[in-house]
């Protein structure tokens, strides 16, 4: 296993090829550099054996990162390292780095097992095999594979232990294949292939698939064939692109326990995108969050959850989301049309340069508490979801005098036996330990 290290990584998609020749032409510098970057300047550490999760909105880039890592995209500036390699220019077989695709990319004239057994048999040092399509090469060929593997760690994982292959017995393989299994040729390191196979599809509870085609599968069964062609060869680092996506809910939820259960069991080093935060919030280690091409916070899931370090992040981590007001400082206290929030001496020189300007004020919806307190202040329902467990409302406040009009409204989470209806007006208090404040200009948190 490894660490992955990530230094100053940029990257810029050159401009359209569709343009014509003289459109480029009368591009000029100037235009080219203010081209927008879809990575600027990553820097983060992923630890050996962490799971990381790359968190964000679509088109944060996120996946773009995850095709860097891998080899599938080249660099505009920066490195990538890779345990004590730096990969920057290589290609991504040389990597030792399995990826998992959002729409899995399994071979579909290949049998699941084919399929799984697919990465070994290409790290082997032999010649090519029929699965790609091309022909069997020389002798040659193969003993120069055998070389540049070596050179490159990009021989089967230590684990497998695949014997030495000739290029006679991956020739003979490769021919016989096909046949039936009384009359196939298997060589040394095509019995220790059968048995990662059986061992990762035991784990991955596809024993029974082993047979069948792609097509042949539900959506479910294909992403644990997508992993388990992944886990077979044991690489350094695991790439997973929003693998979860295309299943429904509830098996999303198994997948995703499951994923977890298995990365832990092996110990690889695992870079996981999502768009999903309750996937992040639940499988990380850490979650490293992103937002048009920048990394905004990079920290453990609750450390996260409690400490944002700007509005985006209080934002998008937390469902439902965090409701944000804004108030003005006025000795000591947040002053809003519909309530006054007093604040601890904690406070006091953290807002002091506030004094008489506006705050953005922000509070969870569970930590918005229902009831009369000397410091509430009514609310007025508009709608409600009622999930059983508990009920969201989405409430308007009432000004504190009449003249004063307030369209603010606020999510609230309330428990499931508190009886609501819309229209009706009840009593909230904001507590002053779990409020979060925001500089209006940078959206940056303000501590305490």
Request: aromatic share 6%; proline share 7%.
């Amino acid at each position: 296993m490894a660490n992955v290290l990530l230094k100053n990584i940029t990257k810029v998609f050159p401009a359209s090829s569709s343009q014509s020749d003289a459109a480029q032409k009368e591009t000029n510098q100037a235009e080219k550099i203010a081209t927008p970057a879809v990575l600027d300047d990553i820097n983060l550490t992923i630890n050996d054996g962490e799971f990381m999760v790359l968190v964000g909105p679509s088109g944060c880039g996120k996946s773009t990162l995850l095709r860097l890592i891998s080899g599938l995209e080249t660099l505009t500036s920066g490195e990538i390292q890779v345990g004590d390699r730096i990969v920057n220019t290589l290609p991504p077989k040389q990597r030792d780095i399995a990826m998992v695709f959002q729409s899995y990319a399994l071979y579909p004239h290949l049998s699941v097992y084919d399929n799984l057994a697919f990465g070994l048999r290409r790290a082997l040092p032999a010649a090519q095999s029929e699965e790609d399509g091309t022909e069997e090469g020389t002798r040659e060929d193969a003993e120069k594979n055998a070389e540049e593997n070596a050179k490159n760690k990009d021989s089967v994982n230590t684990e497998l232990r695949v014997p030495s292959s000739s290029w006679i017995d991956s020739t003979l393989v490769g021919l016989t294949r096909k046949l039936p299994a009384s009359l196939r040729y298997d060589s040394p390191a095509e019995k220790a292939i059968r048995q990662r196979v059986g061992t990762v599809a035991k784990m991955l509870q596809i024993e029974d698939l082993l047979n069948r085609l792609p097509k042949q599968l539900s959506g479910g069964q294909k992403q644990r064939v997508a992993l388990g062609r992944a886990m077979a060869r044991n690489p350094q680092v695991f790439l997973m692109d929003e693998p979860l996506s295309n299943l429904d809910a509830k098996l999303r939820t198994e997948t995703r326990a499951q994923i977890v259960s298995l990365q832990r069991q092996l110990g690889t080093t695992t870079i996981y995108v999502t768009h999903d935060q309750t996937e992040a919030m639940t499988m990380g280690d850490r979650i490293a969050v992103m937002h048009k091409g920048h990394l905004q916070q990079v920290a453990p899931p609750l450390e996260l959850y409690r400490t944002p370090a700007n509005k985006f992040v209080a934002a998008f981590i937390g469902s439902p989301p965090m409701n944000f007001l804004t108030v003005t400082v006025r000795a000591g206290q947040l002053v809003h049309s519909a309530f006054n929030v007093a604040l601890s001496e904690l406070w006091k020189e953290a807002i002091k340069p506030y004094t008489n300007q506006t705050l953005t004020l922000g509070i969870r919806p569970e930590h918005i508490t229902i009831g009369q307190t000397p410091n509430s202040f009514p609310a007025i329902v508009n709608q409600f979801e009622a999930l059983g467990s508990e009920t969201f409302v989405i409430a308007t406040l009432s000004p504190t005098t009449p003249d004063e009009i307030d369209n603010t409204q606020l999510q609230i989470r309330i428990p499931a036996e508190y009886p609501v209806q819309a229209g009706n007006t009840f009593q909230i208090s904001l507590p002053p330990d779990k409020i979060h404040l925001f500089d209006p200009h940078t959206e940056h948190a303000i501590r305490p």
